[in-house]
């Protein structure tokens, strides 16, 4: 799984994503710092079965920290859009083929109205986000209008079925039922696409989008009160939108200080608690984190990997094990990985994401809480730990 981390040039999505990742990423107060994309390994927090069993864990690919368990996915951060773009403005739009393989985005949104329409800096409150909310959406349908109409407005006249679209369109992670969906929505009919009017493909790509690309917004930079205000009136304003209060730079200062063991703190929490021998710079950068917590209640990027992963994708966690009573895998590791699946996920899939000769060799499975065999075709529930069996 793949999530995007977009929005307008200067308003800390790469900041919100080195928050996340830890990865390396160049940060800097004025537009266009990134050109080329960041991807790394980001984490949902879910509770780990391990306390529920009174068990001591010992993770392989999702690090368990009091309990909690982080499960991996990949997030991609990419250069600012500013309005425009797709006329060529900043850096244009094309770059947003980068985002083509991506399940969902993160909107980052400069909340506290700080930088500009082209992203350099102003003092807080002098933009509307909302025009930031709006001009996003519409630089990313522009891009895919663009892109339809490359395809499908072609000279030569065979006709087009939908298995031709979704086959051009699978590389953007459009599936067929979202091309389905898109068509009865607008009224568009597919037989006439290769005439189709700009308006018509521009209405067809917003279709697509909203099915295919679905997007949750990180107000960042909540720690400036404006920004919360703002929040406020964007939730208003935006009623369907999932609108979530952050301080990205918060809760980079918590994650490096941490990584460097000055402080102990677990991504997402209310709370951290010194435990080096902290700098001046460090004291005070921790007593502004500090101020800001009191007022979020936490920094909220956890909370929006959480909701964009899990809520918006419906993803699930599926702990797969070897032996159903220890659960632990072939070398005596507890509850050793951890997965997300699509909800709606099998036994079978599970046996395939874990190596396609498990796939393949699949004769059923175990749930480990019931002890009850499952067939392929049971579907998979959050936090289930399987054991698969297979034909030797
Ligand atoms: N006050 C405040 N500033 C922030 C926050 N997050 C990021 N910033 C600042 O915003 C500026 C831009 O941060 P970046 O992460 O480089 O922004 P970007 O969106 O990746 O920028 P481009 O790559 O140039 O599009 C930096 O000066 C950050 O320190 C936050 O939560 N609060
Ligand atoms: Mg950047």
Known sequence: MLIGVVGKANVGKSTFFKAATLAPAEIGPYPFVTIKPNRAVAYVKVKCPCKEFNLKCNPRNSPCIDGYRFVPFELLDVAGLIPGAHE?????NQFLDDLRQADALIHVLDAAGATDEKGNPVAPGTRDPKEDVLFLKEEFDFWLQNILIKNFRTKHNQPISLNDVAEKLSGLKIK???IVQAEKETGLNLKDIRNWT??????????????????????????IQIARENVFRLRKEFPTEIIIPTCSECELVLREAAEKKLIKYIPGDSHFEIIGNLNEKQKQALDFVQKTLKILGNTGVQQVLNEVVLRLLNYIVVYPVEDENKLTDGEGNVLPDAFLLPSGSTALDLAYKIHTDIGENFIGAIDCRTKRKIGKETKLKNGDIIKILVRR
């Not at 493909?201 to 960042?220: D, G, H, Q, T």
């Open 88 to 92: 060529g403005l900043g850096l244009g």
């Open 176 to 178: 067929k039922e979202h």
């Open 198 to 223: 700009d308006d018509q493909f521009l209405e067809f790509a917003i279709a697509l989008r909203v099915k295919s690309k679905p997007m949750v917004i990180a107000a960042n930079k909540c720690d």
